[in-house]
C-alpha cells in the first residue's frame, strides 16, 4: 500500500499561524499528515476537528492520530456539511481551517477503488460508499452529449466529442482499463507528457463526488466558522478548483463587488477575509523531487477580519450560529487576548 506524503506542511503551519491551545479543524484528514503537524504546533491544548468522506481514511487516521486521542474529534463526513458538523459537536470559532482538496495517494494506489487509470479496477471513484452514484453509472447511462459536456467542463478535454462518441459505441464498459483503452482508441495512445486517460477520469471523478459544489459551499460555511483573525488555507490541485478558491477569497476580501461599471455601490458586501498570501505558494523545487504528486499544489490563505456572526446576517441558519457563537471567542478567548495584546504593544 503506497504511503501518502502530505504537501506543502510548512508552508501550511506557517499559513495557518497554529498556536498552542488553538481550535482547527482539517475538512480533508486523509491519512493525517497535516493533522499530526497541526497537533504538535497547537500542543499544549490545541484541539482538532478532523473530517473525511472517506470511512477507510478516518480508520487509518483513527489509529495514527491515536497518541492525541484527547485532542482530537475524526468525523467520518463530507465537508458539504461543515457546518452542521460544527454545530452539532459544538467546534467553533476556530483558529484555522484546512482544506487540502483531491485524493490522497492511497485512494489513487488502490486496486479496488477505480481512481487510477493505472489499475484494473471496477468503475467507481466514489469518496464514499454511502453515495449512490458511480462513475460507472455515468458512463453507461449519460447520453453523448452528456457526457461530452461533462469531459470538457470537468476535464478541460478538448478531444471531448470524440471520447464521449468512442464510449457511447462501446458501452457497456465495466472496468477502468476498458475505459482507458476506449479514449486511446478514440484520441490517439501518445499525447506529450500527459497520460490520455488524465482527463476523462479528473472529469469523470469530480462530477461523482460534486467536488467543484461542494468545494465552493464549503468555503461559504468555513468563513462563519472562524474567529476573528482566524485562518482559511486550501491547497488545490488542478485549475478548476483553484479557479473557485480564488475567486472567492478576492471577493471575500473585498468591500464592494459590484460591476466596475457601476457608478455608486448597490451591492452591500463587506469584506471579511484579508488574504495573506497574494500570489500563490507552490512546493520548492526540492519538495517536487521528493514528492513528484506535490508538483501541482498550490496553497492560498486568507484571514477572518470580521467578529464571527457579523457577516452574512440574513439568513436564519447563520443567525442561529452568530447567537450561539456571538459570545466570542470560548476556550481559547484567554489566547486571543493574549495575542492582541502583544500585536498592539
Ligand atoms: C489530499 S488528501 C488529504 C491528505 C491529508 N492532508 C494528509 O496529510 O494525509 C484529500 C482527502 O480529502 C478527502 N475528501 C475529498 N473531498 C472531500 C469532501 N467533499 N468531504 C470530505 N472529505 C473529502 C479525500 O477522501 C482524501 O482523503
Redesign the pocket.
Known amino acids: 500500500m503506497p504511503i501518502?506524503i502530505?504537501?506543502l506542511v510548512k508552508e501550511t503551519i506557517e499559513a495557518l499561524a497554529v498556536q498552542p491551545g488553538g481550535r482547527y479543524i482539517?475538512?480533508?484528514?486523509?491519512?493525517?499528515?497535516?493533522?499530526v503537524a497541526i497537533l504538535d504546533h497547537s500542543s499544549p491544548g490545541g484541539q482538532l476537528l478532523g473530517?473525511?468522506?472517506?470511512p477507510e481514511?478516518i480508520k487509518m487516521?483513527r489509529a495514527r492520530l491515536d497518541a492525541y486521542r484527547g485532542s482530537t474529534l475524526l468525523i467520518n463526513?463530507?465537508?458539504?456539511n461543515l457546518q452542521a458538523i460544527c454545530i452539532k459537536y459544538d467546534f467553533f470559532p476556530v483558529h484555522g481551517i484546512?482544506f487540502?482538496?483531491?485524493?490522497?495517494s492511497?485512494?489513487l494506489g488502490s486496486n479496488s477503488r477505480g481512481f487510477s487509470f493505472q489499475h484494473d479496477a471496477p468503475l467507481d471513484m466514489r469518496?464514499s460508499p454511502s453515495q449512490e452514484v458511480t462513475a460507472g453509472d455515468i458512463i453507461n447511462t449519460y447520453s453523448e452529449a452528456r457526457l461530452a459536456h461533462l469531459i470538457k467542463t470537468y476535464g478541460e478535454e478538448s478531444y471531448n466529442p470524440e471520447i464521449a462518441h468512442h464510449i457511447v459505441e462501446e458501452r457497456p464498459i465495466k472496468t477502468t482499463l476498458q475505459l482507458v483503452g476506449i479514449i486511446e482508441e478514440a484520441v490517439g495512445r501518445r499525447r506529450g507528457r500527459i497520460h490520455p486517460a488524465t482527463k476523462t477520469f479528473q472529469a469523470l471523478r469530480i462530477a461523482v463526488?460534486h467536488?467543484l459544489e461542494?468545494?465552493e459551499a464549503?468555503l461559504n460555511q468555513a468563513i462563519n466558522l472562524l474567529g476573528f483573525e482566524g485562518r482559511l488555507i486550501v491547497i488545490s490541485?488542478h485549475s478548476l478548483e483553484d479557479r473557485i478558491v480564488k475567486q472567492f477569497m478576492q471577493r471575500e476580501s473585498k468591500d464592494c463587488i459590484c460591476p466596475p461599471e457601476t457608478p455608486t455601490c448597490i451591492c452591500g458586501h463587506t469584506a471579511c477575509l484579508r488574504l495573506i498570501n497574494k500570489k500563490v505558494i507552490t512546493p520548492s523545487q526540492m519538495e517536487v523531487q521528493l514528492n513528484p504528486r506535490s508538483r501541482s499544489a498550490k496553497l492560498r490563505a486568507a484571514e477572518c477580519i470580521t467578529v464571527q456572526g457579523e457577516y452574512h446576517k440574513t439568513t436564519d441558519e447563520l443567525h442561529c450560529l452568530a447567537e450561539a457563537g456571538g459570545k466570542g471567542w470560548r476556550r481559547p478567548a484567554l489566547l486571543q487576548k493574549l495575542r492582541r495584546a502583544f500585536s498592539v504593544a
Not at 463526513?77 to 458539504?80: D, G, K, L, S, T
Not at 487540502?100 to 490522497?104: A, E, I, R
Open positions: 501518502h502530505p504537501v482539517d475538512c480533508t484528514l486523509g491519512s493525517g499528515g497535516h493533522a473530517i473525511d468522506a472517506d481514511a487516521a463526513e463530507n465537508f458539504v484546512l487540502d482538496l483531491g485524493l490522497s492511497l485512494q469518496l463526488n467536488e461542494h468545494l464549503a490541485y
